[in-house]
């Protein structure tokens, strides 16, 4: 038996409670097996494979907050640095009642290679908790927030670990963080991403995970001899990376069909009013059946579906595991061309291998959703430097970074003998400029 397969059996016999974790280290395995073949000796005697799936540190610690009738309720925090051979901790903070530790590990051991794609000097960690913020007043929000942050921030700092947003943790949750953080540590720094203008966020980061998607389509689609202008576009979700990505995919000429939330999905022919999914979502945090209050020809279902509707191009930009096999079956039938990831691992390895082997061109989240860390690095950089940069100028860099990234990944695939396999291209180069650095660190 081979180095890869006889650590991946221990790691699944260790963890088999943790199914989303086991998930993101098989496809992330089986996709290396060229790198490691290639170097086994050296990698098995200085157990990368081992190191690398086993997280720096995990902390796990009770929220206790007063809701509004007086009472006091407990939720679960979380931070999981995983491993921080290129840079200080960054990953963002998930709050959702399907947190839980296989979630955050997943979450976190993805954001390694993530982040070393975006080319930045930056490690990876993930966070979060099982508080639901939908349904809470503003106060009972601050209140779950504030007690989170006098735990963790025990933990984090500019130089050692950045949290940042993620699903239920938008801009008024960031806010209440950093303002428990600076209160307890006495430090205004740099400490999380994703802030608000007037106290240190950079300009372009609301849009940049659902912009920087659609630079990588962009980029794919021409390296394929083809745009998006004239193509129909369908997108699920409608939180911060669905609505940005949206939006550029009609800068660009493409007509977004779809959105969704948790409870069901829109389908508008003449394409997705914007400005009413933006006033009912990030305004009035309201459900997307309202939308039809907007455009009365529009069509509201219950459940899931988006991935049934004829289209060119399938954005899944909700949360993890949202398309499965039979809907990787829909979107061949229907002629998609191409499958690009908002969110983190919505394409089930089954639907990933059924779309590949079907000529889909696939771009899995850990490039093509990096925009959003990338530029919460550059937001990093603009603290460090005390200094705020236009929003060209942090939008140009990401499309930079983006269509960096789309080079890099295609050129690895080429090199491994898998051309235009992108997950492959995706792992193997960010694998090896982590693997780099742990090998120059010695054992720790
Ligand atoms: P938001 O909370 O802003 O939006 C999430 C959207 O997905 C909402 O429309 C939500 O519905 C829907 N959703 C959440 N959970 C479920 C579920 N279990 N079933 C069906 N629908 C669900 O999150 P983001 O847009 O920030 O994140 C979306 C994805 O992108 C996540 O996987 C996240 O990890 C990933 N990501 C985000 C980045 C960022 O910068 N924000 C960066 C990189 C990746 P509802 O409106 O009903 O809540």
């Given at each position: 038996m081979g180095y890869t397969e006889k650590t991946l059996d221990a790691i699944r016999a260790k963890y088999a409670h943790q199914p989303e974790f086991l998930q993101a280290v098989t496809e992330v395995f089986e996709s290396l097996e060229p790198v490691i073949t290639k170097n086994e000796k050296l990698y098995e005697s200085e157990a990368i494979l081992e190191r690398i799936t086993e997280p720096d540190r995990q902390i796990i610690f009770r929220v206790p907050w007063v809701d509004d009738s007086g009472k006091i309720r407990v939720n679960t925090g979380y931070r999981v640095q995983f491993n921080n051979s290129i840079g200080p901790y960054k990953g963002g903070l998930r709050l959702h009642p399907s947190v839980n530790l296989s979630v955050i590990k997943f979450l976190g051991f993805e954001q390694v290679f993530k982040n070393s794609l975006t080319g930045l000097p930056i490690g990876g960690g993930k966070g979060g908790s099982?508080?639901?913020?939908?349904?809470?007043?503003d106060r009972e929000v601050m209140a779950f927030c504030q007690s989170f942050m006098t735990e963790l921030c025990k933990y984090i700092g500019a130089d050692t670990d950045v949290p940042a947003g993620d699903i239920g943790t938008g801009a008024r949750e960031i806010g209440y963080m950093f303002g428990q953080y600076k209160r307890i540590r006495g430090l205004y720094e740099g400490?999380?991403?994703?802030?608000g203008l007037s106290y240190g966020g950079s300009l372009a980061r609301t849009e940049a995970t659902g912009y920087g998607l659609l630079y990588i389509v962009d980029a794919l689609l021409k390296d394929h001899?083809?745009?998006?202008?004239g193509k129909t576009v369908v997108i699920s979700g409608a939180g911060n990376v669905a609505i940005y990505a949206a939006e550029k995919a009609t800068a660009l000429g493409g007509k977004v069909v779809t959105m969704s939330d948790s409870t069901g999905w829109i389908y508008d022919k003449d394409g997705i009013d914007l400005a009413a999914v933006k006033e009912i979502?990030?305004?009035?945090?309201?459900?997307?059946?309202?939308y039809k209050n907007y455009r009365p020809n529009s069509e509201y279902h219950e459940?899931?579906?988006?991935?049934?509707v004829k289209c060119d191009v399938a954005l899944p930009c909700a949360?993890?595991?949202?398309?499965?096999i039979d809907d990787a079956k829909e979107l061949v039938k229907n002629g998609a061309i191409a499958v690009c990831e908002?969110?983190?691992?919505?394409?089930t390895i089954e639907a990933t291998k059924y779309l590949q082997e079907n000529g889909v061109l696939f771009i899995p989240g850990k490039a093509a959703n990096a925009g959003g860390v990338a530029t919460s690095a550059l937001e990093m950089s603009q603290n460090s430097e005390r200094l705020s940069w236009t929003f060209e100028e942090v939008d140009s860099k990401l499309h930079g970074i983006m269509t960096n990234i789309y080079a890099n990944i295609a050129g690895a695939s080429e090199e491994f003998g898998?051309?235009?396999?992108y997950v492959a291209g995706a792992n193997i180069a960010g694998f090896k400029k982590v693997v780099d650095a742990m090998l120059a660190h010695g054992a720790c």
């Open positions: 099982d508080f639901d913020p939908k349904g809470k007043s400490v999380l991403t994703g802030k001899g083809t745009s998006l202008d979502k990030e305004v009035r945090r309201a459900r997307l059946t309202e459940g899931r579906g988006v991935w049934g949360t993890q595991n949202e398309l499965l908002g969110a983190n691992m919505p394409t898998m051309k235009g396999n």
